[in-house]
């Protein structure tokens, strides 16, 4: 069982930073790949990135690409997003997941419970 707690949301103006945390309870972190999902109001959830299970690996929706960078430090059971040049279309509630590499959603098993990040004009 693996739990996972999101923090780092929050306000920002367009153009601006911020930097998502998931820590994870359990021993097994380094056992899955993480990732991270948002969902806008009135959208679908959507995948954002991910990053396998050393951190070499890493993938990232064309939306964010060059603009976010996710990484882990299995030592502390962390995950980050690091969210720079933000856009008010970044808007959303911003999920971590636990699972296997992949952007499919049911390749997740545990969730945490979502952080949101607004980014105003």
């Known amino acids: 069982q693996v739990q996972l707690v999101e923090s780092g949301g929050g306000l920002v103006q367009a153009g601006g930073s911020l930097r998502l945390s998931c820590a994870a309870s359990g021993r097994t972190f380094s056992s899955y790949a993480m990732g991270w999902f948002r969902q806008a109001s009135g959208k679908e959830r959507e995948f954002v990135a991910i990053?396998?299970?050393?951190?070499?690996?890493?993938d990232y929706s064309d939306s964010v690409k060059g603009r976010f960078t996710i990484s882990r430090d299995n030592a502390k059971n962390t995950v980050y997003l690091q969210m720079n040049r933000l856009k008010p279309e970044d808007t959303a509630v911003y999920y971590c997941?636990?699972?296997?590499?992949?952007?499919?959603?049911?390749?997740?098993?545990?969730w945490g419970q979502g952080t949101q990040v607004t980014v105003s004009s």
């Open positions: 990053i396998g299970l050393s951190g070499i690996n890493t």
């Open positions: 997941a636990a699972g296997t590499y992949g952007r499919i959603e049911s390749w997740y098993n545990y």
